[in-house]
Nanobody, 124 residues
Framework: QAQLVESGGGSVQAGGSLRLSCAASGYPYSKLYMGWFRQAPGKEREGVAAIRTGGGGTVITDSVKGRFTISQAHAENTVYLQMNSLKPEDTAMYYC?????????????????WGQGTQVTVSS
């Protein structure tokens, strides 16, 4: 049974940092596309960053480029989202997602499996 377990959300002041973690288990693939998405109240889900595990590259959406970094932990299929210089507009529920293949890395429709979400709140 495929499973995604997220951790690391919380509340910070503007300019602060948080690191989100997502551990994927139960996948029969050595490589996965893993993405971070966020959804603020009243807004559509937005792709933030994605990575193909095993050294297959990364992509970051423009609104967080230079502030957020996605990386893979030493353990397979565990990824981090390092979020620096956080802004109030980064406040959202953040979700981890995974799929064996995606046609568009930041398009949520390509991802099969989703974590439960972790809340990130940035106060001004």
């Amino acid at each position: 049974q495929a499973q995604l377990v997220e951790s690391g959300g919380g509340s910070v002041q503007a300019g602060g940092s948080l690191r989100l973690s997502c551990a994927a288990s139960g996948y029969p693939y050595s490589k996965l596309y893993m993405g971070w998405f966020r959804q603020a109240p009243g807004k559509e889900r937005e792709g933030v960053a994605a990575i193909r595990t095993g050294g297959g590259g990364t992509v970051i959406t423009d609104s967080v480029k230079g502030r957020f970094t996605i990386s893979q932990a030493h353990a397979e299929n565990t990824v981090y989202l390092q979020m620096n210089s956080l802004k109030p507009e980064d406040t959202a529920m953040y979700y981890c997602a995974a799929a064996p293949y995606v046609g568009s890395w930041l398009d949520a429709r390509w991802y099969n499996d989703w974590g439960q979400g972790t809340q990130v709140t940035v106060s001004s």
